[in-house]
């Protein structure tokens, strides 16, 4: 028998990798929650101060049917990883379109989350310089 190769040893290393395991697996679930992954994020854009950001969009029809969803969409916002805050609504037109339009008042990102009534969310991250 080498060293090593007995039970003793592989066993002596089984609580070093459990103490090792933990704390990155907090790592891991920590960068996981702090960083959003890019499809949760939506859509990166650039723009300067001052500058106004349009969205337009139209809504999907329900299954089966060939109209659109019509009724109240929503728009809310935050900065950076802060709290949302409605900003504004509308409502559709009768062929399901919509349109906002922001003008971002500071410096940062601003993730935008856009909701129409077929429930299809849309975000987009503001990166404003």
């Known amino acids: 028998m080498q060293m ?5 040893s592989r066993m002596g290393g089984e609580p070093m990798r ?3 395991l933990v704390p ?3 790592a891991v ?5 702090a960083v959003p992954s890019f499809g949760e994020a939506g859509k990166g854009y650039s ?5 106004t950001f349009t969205i337009t969009g139209r809504t999907g029809s329900a299954a089966g049917t060939q109209t659109r969803a019509v009724g109240k969409v929503v728009l809310a916002v935050r900065w950076g990883a802060g709290p949302w805050r ?3 609504t509308t409502s559709t037109d009768s062929a399901g379109n919509y349109r906002f339009t922001i003008r971002p ?3 940062g990102d601003l993730t935008v989350r856009i909701t129409p009534p077929d429930h ?3 975000r987009y991250v503001l990166h404003v310089s």
């Open 24 to 26: 990155v697996a907090l």
């Open 105 to 107: 008042h500071r410096l």
């Open 120 to 122: 299809h969310a849309r």
């Open 4 to 8: 090593g190769d007995g039970p003793a």
């Open 86 to 88: 409605l900003l504004t």
């Open 29 to 33: 679930l920590a960068l996981s929650v």
């Open 18 to 20: 459990r103490r090792l």
């Open 47 to 51: 723009m300067k101060l001052g500058s």
